[in-house]
């Protein structure tokens, strides 16, 4: 007895310490060991480079489609419903106007270079593009597109 440290250091060992601090603490002790010049902010390994794919990306869309236009989608008022500001709805939704987004690109240059298409289009039952992704049970309770609102302004 006695040969203890009689002043005991509180932030060598915290009693009350969580998972994360511990891992902390680790980290801090490792990287006093190593010399500042091996740390780095921006490391590039195993970095990947999203202007490289989106690059090539556009290339594909390119050579398949040609040049497409960038045509100003309408805005649409759509009904707002109690719990639709819950995080997967808002990004159900945001994934709904990029899909017509790219329906509508898509459509668009499809109507330039094959016009008998969209004749053949409006014959048919579905006339709008929101037609697609509607179920029959559920036709009265639709709301519109904003695709649904510019082909009925072209028409």
Do not use: C
């Amino acid at each position: 007895p006695g040969s203890g440290e009689p002043n005991y250091d509180a932030l060598e060992e915290n009693p009350f310490a969580n998972r994360r601090y511990r891992q902390e603490r680790e980290v801090r002790r490792l990287l006093d060991k190593i010399p500042h010049t091996m740390i780095s902010i921006d490391s590039m390994l195993g970095k990947i480079r999203k202007e490289d794919i989106a690059d090539e990306w556009q290339k594909k869309q390119t050579a398949l489609l040609g040049e497409i236009p960038k045509v100003a989608m309408p805005k649409v008022n759509r009904n707002k419903k109690k719990g639709g500001s819950r995080p997967g709805r808002i990004e159900k939704k945001k994934q709904l106007i990029r899909l017509e987004r790219k329906l509508f690109e898509v459509s668009s240059v499809l109507r330039q270079k094959v016009p008998r298409l969209g004749k053949k289009k409006k014959e048919e039952k579905g006339q709008l593009p929101s037609d697609l992704f509607v179920n029959e049970k559920r036709t009265k309770r639709r709301t519109k597109s904003a695709l649904d609102v510019l082909i009925t302004k072209q028409n």
